[in-house]
């Protein structure tokens, strides 16, 4: 069984640091594309960033290109988003999300339930 | 950049109605669409991959059609389990941009 577990979620001041943590089993971790995708409240779902399986290719949302940066290590199967000069429109719930192939050309089959960054004063 | 148009936002249906959702790229993008359920409080489920290929173990009342530009969604006969937000997604190239969302209620 798919699992991905989320952490490092939490309160941060505008213009701080935050790094995220999504830890994957249950699947061949290498094989398969990570996307980051979040969830202000109340509001729809926005992709944020997506790497590739071997971590060679990376894309990224207009809104956080330049402040958020997405990596993987697939020894410890774990994929992170490294999130800086963070703003208020940054609050949302972020989702780790596994793509169907190893290429960002592909639909997410599972997702973490989540962890919510706060970015207030 | 493809902008993805859902419409109509939100509707309220009686149970057993046929309901239809789509979604418009601005763009051509060949059949790389996915379809995907959040109910409330809940993490987003994909549906449907591919326009029209649907998810292992989805209900075969949801169904998926179009290319290029038009999409749609349907569900055949609304249940009290479809109360959703249904998102659409393109996934040709980054970015991977979400539709944003159709809400559904039961009437």
């Known amino acids: 069984e798919v699992q991905l577990l989320e952490s490092g979620g939490g309160l941060v001041q505008p213009g701080g640091s935050l790094r995220l943590s999504c830890a994957a089993s249950?699947?061949?971790?290498?094989?398969?594309?990570m996307s980051w995708v979040r969830q202000a409240p109340g509001k729809g779902l926005e992709w944020v960033s997506v790497?590739?399986?071997?971590?060679?290719?990376?894309y990224y949302a207009d809104s956080v290109k330049g402040r958020f940066t997405i990596s993987r290590d697939n020894s410890m199967n774990t994929l992170f988003l490294q999130m800086n000069s963070l703003r208020a429109e940054d609050t949302a719930v972020y989702y780790c999300?596994?793509?169907?192939?190893?290429?960002?050309?592909?639909?997410?089959?599972?997702w973490g339930q989540g962890t919510l960054v706060t970015v207030s004063s | 950049d493809i902008q993805m148009t859902q419409s109509p936002s939100s509707l309220s249906a009686t149970i057993g109605d046929r309901v239809t959702i789509t979604c418009r790229a601005s763009?051509?993008?060949?059949?790389?669409l996915a379809w995907y359920q959040q109910k409330p409080g809940k993490v987003p489920k994909l549906l449907i991959y591919?326009?029209?290929t649907l998810q292992s173990g989805v209900p075969s009342r949801f169904s998926g059609s179009g290319s290029g530009t038009d999409f749609t969604l349907t569900i055949s006969s609304l249940q009290p389990e479809d109360v959703a937000t249904y998102y659409c997604?393109?996934?040709?190239?980054?970015?991977?941009?979400f539709g944003g969302g159709t809400k559904v209620e039961i009437k």
């Open positions: 763009q051509g993008m060949s059949n790389y």
């Open positions: 999300a596994k793509s169907y192939s190893g290429t960002s050309r592909a639909p997410f089959d599972s």
């Open positions: 997604q393109k996934y040709n190239s980054a970015p991977l941009t």
């Open positions: 249950g699947f061949t971790f290498s094989s398969y594309a």
């Open positions: 790497i590739s399986g071997s971590g060679g290719s990376t």
């Open positions: 591919a326009a029209s």
